[in-house]
């Protein structure tokens, strides 16, 4: 098994360009999770999913959407990327029946 | 809504000594609670959890935790550090599928 796996690994933007991370699990998980990184803020929940079709907001959504077509993909779009989502994103698929979150290396973003 | 605190951003520790990690949570219902570390440059690894049972969880590496409803808290143990256990250590709980994480704690192992 892959597990869970990001790209790109590192991205750069201009402010006011979208793109998209992808995000894509091979454990069959239902519930999948899309984090962004800080320093000294810890992970905060951007959206998640807990199904193909169904998604919702978490802590921090504004300037993100999300779609779960698949169970496999959890693609996240920043739609006009500011400086301050430049973060390090994280991708986490968790197991239905032991709650254990399995988390992607990581897509280190900078928007300038 | 949900929140964790860690105290102290930066723990330093020498090698052998205790390490205690603390973690307090607020929450209306018992929560599921966990802890990760984070190596440099890579994800989180679950080290443990608890959902329910036993209050004093076991995990990876010689790691064990202790929930204690009373006191809102699941502070992280080991007795004895090592220099592998270098890292960033994170709380978090989950609540209804969505996942609080705390601001971390950087454990730093002196020879």
């Known amino acids: 098994n892959a597990g869970v796996t990001q790209t790109p690994k590192f991205q750069v933007l201009k402010t006011g360009q979208s793109m998209t991370l992808q995000c894509a699990q091979d454990m069959n998980h239902e519930y999948m999770s899309w984090y962004r990184q800080d320093p000294g803020m810890g992970l905060r929940l951007i959206h998640y999913s807990v199904g193909a079709g169904i998604t919702d907001q978490g802590e921090v959504p504004n300037g993100y959407n999300v779609s779960r077509s698949t169970t496999e993909d959890f693609p996240l779009r920043l739609l006009s990327a500011a400086p301050s989502q430049t973060s390090v994103y994280f991708c986490a698929s968790t197991t239905g029946d032991t709650y254990e979150q399995y988390f992607g290396p990581g897509t280190r973003l900078t928007v300038t | 809504a949900q929140s964790v605190t860690q105290l102290g951003s930066h723990v330093s520790v020498s090698e052998g000594a205790l390490v205690l990690l603390r973690c307090n949570y607020s929450s209306s219902v018992p929560p599921y609670l966990f802890w990760y570390v984070q190596y440099p440059n890579q994800g989180l690894q679950l080290l443990l959890k608890?959902?329910?049972?036993?209050?004093l969880v076991k995990g990876i590496n010689g790691f064990e935790a202790e929930f204690k409803k009373s006191e809102t808290s699941f502070h992280l143990t080991k007795p004895s550090a090592h220099m592998s256990d270098a890292a960033e250590y994170f709380c978090a709980v989950d609540n209804f599928n969505k996942f609080y994480f705390g601001s971390g704690t950087k454990l730093n192992v002196k020879p």
């Open positions: 608890y959902t329910t049972g036993a209050t």
